[in-house]
């Protein structure tokens, strides 16, 4: 029922699709958006932080973000570790699929977005929060504090190393708007090389900070 009205507000009001900016809406019943934004549900306390009330029946009030236990912490952190990580597994077939059919381009957007999860899924996992970055440069930057290797899976010191980490970075417009964007299947296979360890390496801290929110869980702090 709520579906359906929102889909017949959004028909009256949504009118010309050429010159109106789109608009989702998203319905969810309060118990369950005061129950995130209790938790520090990163999407709901940005909603709550940045949003504009449009109207309010004052019925309710918004619940204020409390501290959270370590199991609790623990049980988010595997749920957005293992969301983004699939995610990025996902992204990381189509760019096989992509490069095996010849569509480098397309292959690169699609290792972008797989960096992009896997950093996500860093950040995420130890702080519970996510930025709306899409830039690589910027969140490699962000996640280098958790391990040295980063910086050794992405080195930029010879022209080579800075074309294949610009590449990368700039695919998230570039392939998709850009028809003079220009890559290569030796850029690929290498980017694929390097993306393949950043797997390993993401797996492996996520799953090693996710046992220490168990371990401090279960001496009760």
Known sequence: M?????????????????SQTPVQFINDDIKKLNRDLSEGRYFYTQVKKEGILLYDSGRFKLARRR???YDEIKQQA???????YQYAEGFFDGAEYYCDKGNYKLSAF???QTCENLFHAVNLTFTLNKNKQHNLAKLLASVKKYSDVFIIIFPRKTVEEQHLFKLLKDA???ARY?????????????????IRQL???VKRICEDQIKKYEELAGTGS
């Open 2 to 18: 709520a579906g359906q009205k929102l889909d017949s507000v959004e028909n009256k009001y949504y009118t010309n699709p050429d």
């Open 67 to 69: 501290k959270l236990k």
């Open 78 to 84: 595997e749920e957005y570790f293992k969301e983004k």
């Open 110 to 112: 699609n290792l972008h």
């Open 172 to 174: 998230y417009v570039e």
């Open 178 to 194: 850009n028809p003079d964007f220009f890559v290569t299947k030796d850029d690929i296979d290498a980017l694929l090389l390097c």
């Open 199 to 201: 797997f390993e390496l």
